[in-house]
């Protein structure tokens, strides 16, 4: 039956530019690891989880047909971004088989410049906690996802 449908089946079994994520689909398939209720770093950490969710939908709804921007370039962003974390720059047809995690790391200092890191194997997306503000983090991300496409650190 594959062989005979190949043009209908590729979609199941290869990337395409068919699914292509969405600021929706992402901020709907992203939960956060928290800490016990009540403890500064969970406060902390749902400050970095606010900022993520910002990022995506900075990423996601700043390009407008109104105003001349490229959208395609803005699909482009949310795609290195699912692709930093999943290991994929699209959707796969039947989604993927759990949501994305996101976890913490707690162990920086101050000065401390490490980057998120992601598991593509069990989809989970950690955040360091030491960005002091939104424009911090978006730096951060933003340089991580550019920086490192190409070096295996998907």
């Known amino acids: 039956m594959i062989k005979q449908n190949k043009d209908a089946m590729k979609y199941l079994f290869t990337m395409s530019d068919?699914?292509?994520?969405?600021?929706?689909?992402?901020?709907?398939?992203?939960?956060?690891?928290?800490?016990?209720?009540?403890?500064?770093?969970?406060?902390?950490?749902?400050?970095?989880?606010?900022?993520?969710?910002?990022?995506?939908?900075?990423?996601?709804?700043?390009?407008?047909?109104?105003?001349?921007?490229?959208?395609e370039n803005t699909a482009t962003t949310l795609s290195k971004l699912y692709r930093f974390i999943t290991g994929t720059s699209t959707v796969p047809p039947c989604g993927l088989p759990k949501d994305i995690t996101v976890k913490f790391k707690h162990d920086c200092d101050d000065k401390c410049r490490c980057r998120p890191t992601a598991s593509t194997c069990n989809i989970s997306f950690t955040l360091p906690l030491h960005y002091a503000n939104y424009l911090d983090f978006k730096e951060c991300v933003s340089s991580a996802l550019v920086e490192t496409y190409g070096f295996g650190f998907l």
């Open 18 to 71: 068919t699914f292509v994520p969405s600021v929706d689909y992402m901020l709907d398939h992203i939960h956060g690891e928290f800490s016990e209720e009540g403890s500064n770093m969970k406060t902390n950490e749902i400050d970095i989880y606010k900022y993520l969710n910002d990022y995506i939908e900075d990423i996601g709804f700043s390009a407008s047909p109104d105003d001349g921007t490229d959208i």
